[in-house]
T-cell receptor, first 117, second 115 residues
Framework: DAMVIQNPRYQVTQFGKPVTLSCSQT?????MYWYQQKSSQAPKLLFH???????NEADTPDNFQSRRPNTSFCFLDIRSPGLGDAAMYLCATMIMRRGRPMNTEAFFGQGTRLTVV | DAKTTQPNSMESNEEEPVHLPCNHSTISGTDYIHWYRQLPSQGPEYVIH???SNVNNRMASLAIAEDRKSSTLILHRATLRDAAVYYC????????????????FGQGTILTVHP
C-alpha cells in the first residue's frame, strides 16, 4: 500500500495560473520534504517541514510556497508557473527526533509531473 | 553538504553481480552513507544505508571502506528491474544539526542491465 501519496500524478497548468500539488502520508512522519526534478537532472530540495517548522532552501524561488495544515498533508503552491517550472515534483517523508541520531530513511511518493502550457 | 562522486553510467548483464562505487572523501564523522535508486518515471526508492560497518538487506549490500572515504553498493544478481539511476548520498546524522536529515542528491549512476 502506498504510504506517501501524491495527487495528481500528472498536472497540466497554464502559464501564470496558480497551481497546487498535494502530498499525503500514512506514516505519521514528522518531517516532509518537497523536491523538484527537471528532466535528466537529480532531485533538488525546495523546502521541508520539521513538524510545523518550515525551512526554505536559500535558492528556492519566491514563486514556490508550501502549506502543512496537519501531520498527514502537505501542499506545494506555485503562484505563477513559468515554462521553467515544468518538472516532476517529489514529496518525501522521514521520522526524526531531536536529540537522537538520524538513522532513518526517507520515503518518497511517486511524484507529480507538472506541464506548463 | 559533503559531496559524493559516482560514475555517470555502468552496464551489467542479467543475473551477474554489480558493484556501484561512490567516493566521498570529505565525509564527516556523523555522515551516514545512503543509497537510493530511481526507476524511470517513479520517485526515488530507499536501498540501504550505513555508517561504518558493512550492511546487508534484502535488496543489496553496502561495503564501506575502513577510512569511510568510499563505499560500494553491491547488487548480488542484477535483474532487468534493477535498471535505474542509483544515488549515493551523505546524510548528516548529527542529532543536534540543522540539516534536518535532508538528502542532497548528486547526479547518480545510470545502471543499464542487459538480458
Amino acid at each position: 500500500d502506498a504510504m506517501v501519496i501524491q495527487n495528481p500524478r500528472y498536472q497540466v497548468t497554464q502559464f501564470g495560473k496558480p497551481v497546487t500539488l498535494s502530498c499525503s502520508q500514512t506514516l505519521n512522519h514528522n518531517v516532509m520534504y518537497w523536491y523538484q526534478q527537471k528532466s535528466s537532472q537529480a532531485p533538488k530540495l525546495l523546502f521541508h517541514y520539521y513538524d510545523k517548522d518550515f525551512n526554505n532552501e536559500a535558492d528556492t524561488p519566491d514563486n514556490f510556497q508550501s502549506r502543512r495544515p496537519n501531520t498527514s498533508f502537505c501542499f506545494l503552491d506555485i503562484r505563477s508557473p513559468g515554462l521553467g517550472d515544468a518538472a516532476m515534483y517529489l514529496c518525501a517523508t522521514m521520522i526524526m527526533r531531536r536529540g537522537r541520531p538520524m538513522n532513518t530513511e526517507a520515503f518518497f511518493g511517486q511524484g507529480t509531473r507538472l506541464t506548463v502550457v | 553538504d559533503a559531496k559524493t562522486t559516482q560514475p555517470n553510467s555502468m552496464e551489467s548483464n542479467e543475473e551477474e553481480p554489480v558493484h556501484l562505487p561512490c567516493n566521498h572523501s570529505t565525509i564527516s564523522g556523523t555522515d551516514y552513507i545512503h543509497w537510493y535508486r530511481q526507476l524511470p518515471s517513479q520517485g526515488p526508492e530507499y536501498v540501504i544505508h550505513g555508517l561504518t560497518s558493512n550492511v546487508n538487506n534484502r535488496m543489496a549490500s553496502l561495503a564501506i571502506a575502513e577510512d569511510r572515504k568510499s563505499s560500494t553498493l553491491i547488487l548480488h544478481r542484477a535483474t532487468l528491474r534493477d535498471a535505474a539511476v542509483y544515488y549515493c548520498i551523505l546524510r548528516d546524522g548529527n542529532a543536534g544539526g540543522t540539516s534536518y536529515g535532508k538528502l542532497t542528491f548528486g547526479q547518480g549512476t545510470i545502471l543499464t542491465v542487459h538480458p
